[in-house]
Nanobody, 118 residues
Framework: QVQLVESGGDLVQPGGSLRLSCAAS????????????MGWYRQAPGKQRELVVS???????DYADSVKGRITISRDDANNTLYLQMNNQKPEDKAIYYC????????WGQGTQVTVSS
């Protein structure tokens, strides 16, 4: 069992920056990111949930074309925290952002709201 708690969502102006965090915890694993592949998804109003970026246990990253060059995933393995640095925000980035952990099972956080508006 893995618990994921996202934070950092906020209102940001177009062109601005925001960093989301995902705190992961487990009763079984002390080093969650060596066991689970991680990812950030988002769901905009009226749209399907989509993958923003994923990172494997070995650190391979895969970004959606729509965010390449603007969004960066990183992780703090010692503290089991996943980050999403979002720069040059666009109105279409407005969504609820979810952190996920995948292995034999799949876990989701509750999401954090990002709004991009002037």
């Amino acid at each position: 069992q893995v618990q994921l708690v996202e934070s950092g969502g906020d209102l940001v102006q177009p062109g601005g920056s925001l960093r989301l965090s995902c705190a992961a915890s487990s009763d079984i694993f002390s080093k969650i990111f060596v066991v689970y592949n991680m990812g950030w998804y988002r769901q905009a109003p009226g749209k399907q949930r989509e993958l923003v970026v994923s990172i494997t246990r070995t650190g391979n990253e895969d970004y959606a074309d729509s965010v390449k060059g603007r969004i960066t995933i990183s992780r703090d393995d010692a503290n089991n925290t996943l980050y999403l640095q979002m720069n040059n925000q666009k109105p279409e980035d407005k969504a609820i952002y979810y952190c996920t952990a995948h292995s034999q099972n799949e876990y989701w956080g509750q999401g954090t709201q990002v709004t991009v508006s002037s």
